[in-house]
């Protein structure tokens, strides 16, 4: 099972396709992690809609993809779906997958200021990822955007 919420999130530090490193621990403030595959039908069906949340939210939360691929994978994955936030390599141990025992792909966690698991969805499901807008919206102060106009998504694509 993945994290659940309450727990207090895991501490890491993984590197980005360009060699930054990124830490949890040291990083301040609201953030939410995305573990995925490239590979992952689900994945490229969920990832953009990350995007668009990071666009509206990313001046106030940190948003990382944390794939399970190599570099090259994760560089062709981000310009194939125009990703413009972090994404951290965790391949080839997959050591920060298992610490947050991540069994699905995509698995989305959000992690409060204060370093617990406020949200939590494993593969697409529709109504968690608004719930997820409607708590980033509301960290603002914001009203939702609806991330999900002009596209047809299913209410639930397993991961």
């Known amino acids: ?9 895991t501490s890491f530090e993984l590197p980005d396709t360009g060699g ?8 301040q403030g609201e953030k939410l992690l995305v573990f ?6 689900t994945c490229q069906l969920t990832l953009p809609f990350v995007e668009k949340l990071y666009r509206l939210y990313g001046d ?19 310009k194939t779906y125009r990703l413009t ?3 951290l390599i965790d391949y080839p141990d997959y050591g920060v997958s298992a610490d947050y025992d991540v ?4 698995t989305l966690y959000f992690i409060n200021s204060g370093g617990f698991v406020e949200f939590v969805s494993s593969s697409f499901v529709k109504r968690e990822i608004l719930k997820l807008n409607e708590l980033l919206a509301s960290l603002i102060g914001l009203e939702p955007e609806d991330i999900f106009k002009g596209h047809n998504v299913p209410e639930l694509k397993p991961g």
């Open 1 to 9: 099972m993945p994290l659940k919420l309450g727990e207090k999130a």
């Open 20 to 27: 930054h490193f990124y830490s949890l621990e040291e990083t």
């Open 36 to 41: 995925y595959k490239t590979t992952c039908p």
């Open 60 to 78: 106030r939360v940190s948003v990382w993809g944390i794939a399970q691929d190599p570099d090259h994978a994760v560089e062709n994955f981000s």
């Open 85 to 87: 936030f972090p994404q």
């Open 103 to 106: 069994q699905v792909v995509p």
